[in-house]
């Protein structure tokens, strides 16, 4: 079974209701390009016809001879800060129902959203969600909504129950990071600034001694990782010798807790999928496609294939290990 760890929907009908009457603020209307979805706070966002309609994602997994997909929302139709708290936990909501109503053929799993104004509430979602309501994990963005970065430490409680769990997390930018400040970065955004985002974000968990407290949380990072992988060495120093050496980890050094990680292929060449798996191991490498953005990987699998890993190791990032990930999940 060939199972991609990164795909991102945004069923068209869920957009159908919204165009009706706004939900929870979210509003939506049909245009000849796809729809143009506004959330509050943000201007609108465009959804294109291969992420909200199924039969456009099932001709994409025939063609690239992917089995299945573990699906989430676009990071850019999450509850935003400008929602209230009701009206924020309500769209969470409204995004996995959509996602477990209309992502059936060609689905593995499908990631959850909760709104982060009330941790403690947002990991209570988060447990129902997986054990109620049979969803698989849980999409977090780098930048999160309400939430300092990803080291808050008001993010205690989620990371509780998601380590409780046995869930896979994934940390994933968003189209509006922090990297948008960057001086004349707007034409790098999807070639550079999400993996600036990641990096940092990905950093920060680390140095704030996150999987110290937690060590069974299944942290899924996108896009390779981002820099901190290939970089590991640069985050070593600055803790051993700069201003980062005030974090105070178990660890002797911030690149000890890469092998506890895991990573998908969206670095999207044969030699850094190579490099990873040499990095951490088969068994933390997983196949991505970012479908349906262009910048993803259009044959995601023949570049693992060219990766030229053992049979063994081919096997485990093209599905083994995301299906063990998916299936080790508590579910009621």
Same mark, same amino acid.
């Given at each position: 079974?060939?199972?991609?760890?990164?795909?991102?929907?945004?069923?068209?009908?869920?957009? @159908?209701?919204?165009? =009706?009457?706004?939900?929870?603020?979210?509003?939506?209307?049909?245009?000849?390009?796809?729809?143009?979805?506004?959330?509050?706070?943000?201007?609108?966002?465009?959804?294109?016809?291969?992420?909200?309609?199924?039969?456009?994602?099932?001709?994409?997994?025939?063609?690239?001879?992917?089995?299945? /997909?573990?699906?989430?929302?676009?990071?850019?139709? /999450?509850?935003?800060?400008?929602?209230?708290?009701?009206?924020?936990?309500?769209?969470?909501?409204?995004?996995?129902?959509?996602?477990?109503?209309?992502?059936?053929?060609?689905?593995?799993?499908?990631?959850?959203?909760?709104?982060?104004?009330?941790?403690?509430t947002a990991a209570a979602d988060l447990a129902e969600e997986i054990t109620r309501h049979g969803m698989s994990g849980l999409v977090l963005s780098t930048?999160?909504?309400?939430?300092?970065?990803?080291?808050?430490?008001?993010?205690?409680?989620?990371?509780?129950?998601?380590?409780?769990?046995?869930?896979? +997390?994934?940390?994933?930018?968003?189209?509006? =990071?922090?990297?948008?400040? %960057?001086?004349?970065?707007?034409?790098?955004?999807?070639?550079?600034?999400?993996?600036?985002?990641?990096?940092?974000?990905?950093?920060?968990?680390?140095?704030?001694?996150?999987?110290?407290?937690?060590?069974?949380?299944?942290?899924?990072?996108?896009?390779?990782?981002?820099?901190?992988?290939? /970089?590991? =060495?640069?985050?070593?120093?600055?803790?051993?010798?700069?201003?980062?050496?005030?974090?105070?980890?178990?660890?002797?050094?911030?690149?000890?807790?890469?092998?506890?990680?895991?990573?998908?292929?969206?670095?999207?060449?044969?030699? @850094?999928?190579?490099? %990873? +798996?040499?990095?951490?191991?088969?068994?933390?490498?997983?196949?991505?496609s970012d479908y349906p953005f262009a910048l993803g990987d259009p044959d995601p699998v023949g570049t693992v294939t060219a990766a030229g890993?053992?049979?063994?190791?081919?096997?485990?990032?093209?599905?083994?290990?995301?299906?063990?990930?998916?299936?080790?999940?508590?579910?009621?």
């Open positions: 079974m060939i199972v991609d760890c990164h795909a991102h929907v945004v069923p068209e009908p869920l957009l @159908a209701e919204v165009a =009706g009457g706004a939900w929870d603020g979210v509003t939506a209307r049909h245009t000849d390009n796809g729809w143009l979805v506004s959330l509050p706070g943000t201007g609108e966002r465009l959804v294109r016809e291969r992420m909200c309609r199924a039969e456009r994602r099932l001709e994409y997994l025939a063609g690239t001879g992917i089995d299945r /997909q573990v699906v989430s929302p676009w990071l850019d139709v /999450q509850p935003t800060a400008g929602m209230s708290p009701g009206a924020a936990r309500s769209w969470a909501r409204r995004l996995n129902e959509a996602l477990r109503e209309h992502t059936g053929e060609g689905t593995a799993g499908r990631l959850a959203t909760v709104a982060l104004d009330d941790p403690d930048d999160p909504a309400n939430a300092t970065t990803l080291a808050d430490p008001r993010l205690e409680p989620l990371w509780t129950v998601a380590a409780e769990l046995g869930i896979p +997390v994934l940390l994933h930018p968003s189209a509006d =990071g922090p990297s948008r400040v %960057l001086p004349d970065s707007d034409e790098f955004a999807n070639a550079y600034c999400r993996l600036v985002d990641t990096s940092f974000a990905l950093a920060r968990l680390l140095l704030s001694g996150v999987l110290d407290r937690h060590p069974a949380l299944r942290l899924v990072t996108v896009h390779g990782g981002g820099l901190v992988p290939f /970089q590991s =060495g640069r985050l070593d120093g600055a803790h051993r010798a700069d201003r980062l050496a005030a974090h105070r980890i178990e660890r002797d050094r911030p690149s000890d807790y890469l092998a506890d990680l895991y990573y998908d292929t969206v670095a999207l060449s044969a030699p @850094a999928i190579r490099f %990873l +798996v040499d990095l951490v191991g088969p068994d933390r490498v997983l196949l991505g890993l053992t049979p063994a190791a081919t096997t485990a990032v093209l599905g083994g290990t995301v299906t063990g990930l998916i299936q080790g999940s508590v579910r009621a």
